[in-house]
């Protein structure tokens, strides 16, 4: 059986690896180093993503949770949709840099709130 403990922590370290990926490639392409997208740093988060949402639907298996009862889970659902599309954008060098940069907050600021709802985990909602 899995350890519950140990699955956790490869959740936790794989979403902090994530959003480090992610602000460096968002800080390459800010700095016009977009030489990155042809290394390994292109595919590298893909493989950790894969890892995170492996984690994430074992850790929901072994805890027993069930998004329809525990809402914060549910709104941490639709923030990962959100910061994927956000992530996206914000990745697309054929938008405009404005468009590119509000689409990095969005991505930080819903990466924020997943953040705080996986360590809170609000009852009340």
Same mark, same amino acid.
């Given at each position: 059986? *899995?350890?519950? $403990? *140990? @699955?956790?922590?490869?959740?936790? $370290?794989t979403a902090v690896i994530s959003l480090f990926l992610f602000l460096l490639r968002v800080g390459l392409d800010f700095g016009k180093k977009n030489h990155w997208r042809q290394t390994p740093l292109r595919l590298a988060p893909h493989i950790n993503d894969t890892l995170l949402l492996s984690a994430a639907i074992t850790l929901a298996i072994l805890?027993?949770?069930?998004? @329809?009862l525990y809402h914060w889970l549910a709104a941490k659902l639709v923030l990962v949709l959100g910061y994927i599309v956000a992530g996206f954008m914000a990745?697309?060098?054929t938008l405009s840099r404005r468009t590119r940069i509000m689409a990095a907050l969005l991505a930080l600021a819903q990466i924020a709130l997943i953040f705080y709802l996986a360590i809170i985990k609000p009852v009340l909602w």
């Amino acid at each position: 059986m *899995l350890s519950y $403990t *140990l @699955v956790k922590q490869v959740h936790i $370290t794989t979403a902090v690896i994530s959003l480090f990926l992610f602000l460096l490639r968002v800080g390459l392409d800010f700095g016009k180093k977009n030489h990155w997208r042809q290394t390994p740093l292109r595919l590298a988060p893909h493989i950790n993503d894969t890892l995170l949402l492996s984690a994430a639907i074992t850790l929901a298996i072994l805890g027993n949770w069930n998004p @329809v009862l525990y809402h914060w889970l549910a709104a941490k659902l639709v923030l990962v949709l959100g910061y994927i599309v956000a992530g996206f954008m914000a990745l697309r060098p054929t938008l405009s840099r404005r468009t590119r940069i509000m689409a990095a907050l969005l991505a930080l600021a819903q990466i924020a709130l997943i953040f705080y709802l996986a360590i809170i985990k609000p009852v009340l909602w």
